[in-house]
């Protein structure tokens, strides 16, 4: 069965410093997977996804993340924290294209000190 | 282009009645899937739906249930709400193309007293 942990439900960093958001599947088959961003009494935006192809994946407002098989792990990171990237952050993973099934982990609650 | 679009965003209900949710796809989109968001359980999905048919359902119980409709916009019943049954509702629409990923809406805010 698939599954997704998020080390981390609080995260706290200062504004300017790197954001480093930490992601681990177990799925036993290669997945897909995905960060969503949610703001207050907001869905669901997505920040980035790896599907195939390079491990590398650049998102939104600078976000990116590496899919690293030998670790099962999929961390995001940004350089630089703004104000504005205060929010939920979710990983997600769904075992193929074609379907929207996710397992979602539990989120990370990132807050940005001035 | 719309984006996803769910209403009420905010409801209230009693507990014990049944609340119907409603959840329009972005245009051209065939494929829905609903969420259950809780402070306790997080994220949990509950029905993916394509073509007016159920393709995957989530682990709950029989009082909850969907459909889709020829234009693709779906509708999510609750009946003999619980207390616990309170939560963001969030629906998300897809273009059933390979490697795309979920749009959500802003979600539906269900409240059981």
């Known amino acids: 069965a698939q599954s997704v942990t998020q080390l981390g439900s609080h995260v706290s960093v200062s504004e300017g410093a790197l954001v480093l958001l930490r992601c681990n599947y177990s799925?036993?088959?290669?997945?897909?997977l995905f960060w969503y961003v949610q703001y207050p009494n907001q869905g669901l935006q997505l920040l980035l996804k790896?599907?195939?192809?390079?491990?590398l994946v650049k998102g939104i407002n600078g976000f990116e993340a590496e899919f690293k098989k030998s670790e099962t792990s999929f961390h995001l990171t940004k350089p630089s924290a703004h104000m504005s990237d205060a929010a939920e952050y979710f990983c997600?993973?769904?075992?193929?294209?074609?379907?929207?099934?996710?397992?979602f982990g539990t989120g990370t609650r990132l807050k940005v000190l001035a | 282009k719309a984006g996803v679009t769910q209403t009420p965003r905010y409801l209230i209900k009693t507990r014990g009645q049944q609340v119907t949710l409603s959840c329009s796809p972005i245009?051209?989109?065939?494929?829905v899937s609903w969420y259950q968001q809780t402070p306790g359980q997080g994220l949990q999905f509950l029905f993916e739906?394509?073509?007016?048919?159920?393709?995957n359902k989530g682990n709950f119980p029989g009082r909850f249930s969907g459909r889709q409709f020829s234009n693709s916009r779906s509708e999510m019943n609750v009946s003999t709400l619980e207390l616990g049954d309170s939560a963001l509702y969030l629906c998300?629409?897809?273009?059933?193309?390979?490697?795309?990923?979920?749009?959500f809406g802003q979600g539906t805010r269900l409240t059981v007293v």
């Open positions: 998300a629409s897809s273009p059933y193309d390979r490697d795309t990923e979920a749009f």
């Open positions: 799925s036993s088959v290669p997945p897909y």
């Open positions: 790896y599907t195939t192809g390079a491990t």
């Open positions: 997600a993973v769904s075992k193929s294209s074609g379907t929207y099934k996710y397992i």
């Open positions: 245009s051209g989109h065939r494929s």
């Open positions: 739906y394509f073509s007016e048919t159920q393709r």
